[in-house]
């Protein structure tokens, strides 16, 4: 593959679903440690931050697979031994291995972004917690409660702030801007879901509180640029930041391949990040691409064959499963740019 890569066909398929009735989108690709081509589209511009969901959730596992590196964290390590008070409700010998697997068997563990971003509050809501099945034994989407034991983890361990922690140990240092914990008043406008259906989002899902707690499960805030920035740093590590054997097996050893129960599909899951169909196969049928789709169709990926990395983020569709198809569409034909 030339560096110069051919990023018309995803141009035209994104300019195809404004005209059809999509607000906004933003497109970007990297290769080669860099991004090589990013467009907005609709009433986004190339500044537009999206909230993106659930595709937080690689960047602060990444952020553990930091201290993994460092030596400070071992994942075969019950969270009880380190996090004083979790191991109420039978959880004493869940490990860091099984919250990261999402095997951990609490997916429905409830944690507002307000307990959450206190640490005295979030410690007492996770030591409530129950099980809703023996750890190990199935895995589970755990929309939100496997994250902010990572977040605990991490600020336990490394003495500070997770969102601080991931902004200098990792976002900082291959040059993106401050991702999690950003307070309201500094996050502008942000493009999530459906203008029409904002209000309604805002008291029922509060997206602007999970930003500004920095919610690490979902509470990311970036551009379609960052997050294939990102991406490629997990792909050729520029900077140095992680430990080759730790990077490779986050990104490339599937520990979990029990059945995901919603997907129909075995779950594919590496210490943080899902390798191959998943998700209903959100990024086509490669066997070692690996990402994390969000909420609203977000999407991003790597392609470990062809060193390609793409982020398609969305606005202006509320339809649960539209999004999802655009953006497997989207993902399509990335994949071909490395063909």
């Given at each position: 593959?030339?560096?110069?890569?051919d990023?018309?066909?995803?141009?035209?398929?994104?300019?195809?679903?404004?005209?059809?009735?999509?607000t906004?989108?933003?497109?970007?690709?990297?290769?080669?440690?860099?991004?090589?081509?990013?467009r907005?589209?609709?009433?986004?511009?190339?500044?537009?931050?999206?909230?993106?969901?659930?595709?937080?959730?690689?960047?602060?596992?990444?952020a553990?697979?930091?201290?993994?590196g460092?030596?400070?964290?071992?994942?075969s390590?019950?969270?009880?031994?380190?996090?004083?008070?979790?191991?109420?409700?039978?959880?004493?010998?869940?490990?860091?291995?099984?919250?990261?697997?999402m095997?951990?068997g609490?997916?429905?563990?409830?944690?507002?972004?307000?307990?959450?971003?206190?640490?005295?509050?979030?410690?007492?809501?996770?030591?409530?917690?129950?099980?809703?099945?023996?750890?190990?034994?199935?895995?589970?989407?755990?929309?939100?409660?496997?994250?902010?034991?990572?977040?605990a983890?991490?600020e336990?361990?490394?003495g500070?702030?997770?969102?601080?922690?991931?902004?200098?140990?990792l976002?900082?240092?291959?040059?993106?801007?401050?991702?999690?914990?950003?307070?309201?008043?500094?996050?502008?406008?942000?493009?999530?879901?459906?203008?029409?259906?904002?209000?309604?989002?805002?008291?029922?899902?509060?997206?602007?509180?999970?930003?500004?707690?920095?919610?690490?499960?979902?509470?990311?805030?970036?551009?379609?640029?960052?997050?294939?920035?990102?991406?490629?740093?997990?792909?050729?590590?520029?900077?140095g930041?992680?430990?080759?054997?730790?990077?490779?097996?986050?990104?490339?050893?599937?520990?979990?391949?029990?059945?995901?129960?919603?997907?129909?599909?075995?779950?594919?899951?590496?210490?943080?990040?899902?390798?191959?169909?998943?998700?209903?196969?959100?990024?086509?049928?490669?066997?070692t691409?690996?990402?994390?789709?969000?909420?609203?169709?977000?999407?991003?990926?790597?392609?470990?064959?062809?060193?390609?990395?793409?982020?398609?983020?969305?606005?202006?569709?509320?339809?649960?499963?539209?999004?999802?198809?655009r953006?497997?569409?989207?993902?399509?034909?990335?994949?071909?740019?490395?063909?």
């Amino acid at each position: 593959m030339s560096a110069r890569i051919d990023c018309s066909a995803l141009a035209e398929a994104a300019e195809a679903e404004i005209r059809a009735g999509l607000t906004a989108c933003q497109l970007a690709v990297g290769y080669r440690g860099e991004v090589v081509w990013r467009r907005a589209f609709g009433s986004a511009d190339d500044d537009t931050r999206f909230w993106v969901a659930s595709a937080t959730k690689p960047i602060v596992s990444a952020a553990v697979w930091l201290l993994i590196g460092d030596g400070k964290l071992d994942v075969s390590c019950r969270v009880a031994d380190i996090l004083p008070g979790f191991g109420a409700n039978g959880k004493q010998d869940v490990t860091v291995e099984q919250v990261m697997l999402m095997t951990a068997g609490f997916p429905d563990a409830p944690m507002t972004p307000e307990d959450g971003a206190d640490p005295t509050r979030r410690i007492a809501q996770m030591a409530e917690w129950t099980l809703e099945t023996e750890p190990g034994s199935a895995y589970a989407y755990h929309p939100m409660s496997a994250h902010w034991v990572l977040a605990a983890l991490i600020e336990r361990i490394a003495g500070q702030d997770h969102c601080d922690f991931v902004e200098q140990r990792l976002t900082g240092p291959i040059g993106l801007p401050r991702v999690l914990g950003i307070p309201r008043e500094a996050q502008g406008v942000v493009a999530q879901l459906s203008p029409a259906a904002d209000e309604a989002t805002r008291s029922a899902y509060d997206y602007a509180a999970k930003i500004a707690a920095g919610e690490p499960g979902g509470g990311g805030l970036m551009r379609a640029a960052d997050l294939a920035l990102f991406y490629q740093t997990l792909l050729h590590d520029p900077a140095g930041l992680f430990d080759p054997a730790v990077l490779a097996d986050g990104t490339g050893h599937v520990r979990c391949t029990l059945p995901d129960p919603q997907m129909g599909l075995p779950a594919n899951r590496t210490l943080g990040v899902v390798v191959g169909p998943g998700f209903g196969a959100t990024w086509g049928e490669s066997p070692t691409a690996f990402g994390w789709p969000g909420a609203g169709g977000q999407i991003a990926f790597a392609e470990p064959a062809t060193g390609i990395s793409v982020a398609f983020l969305q606005m202006g569709d509320t339809d649960p499963v539209r999004p999802f198809v655009r953006g497997r569409r989207i993902s399509q034909l990335a994949l071909q740019l490395g063909a």
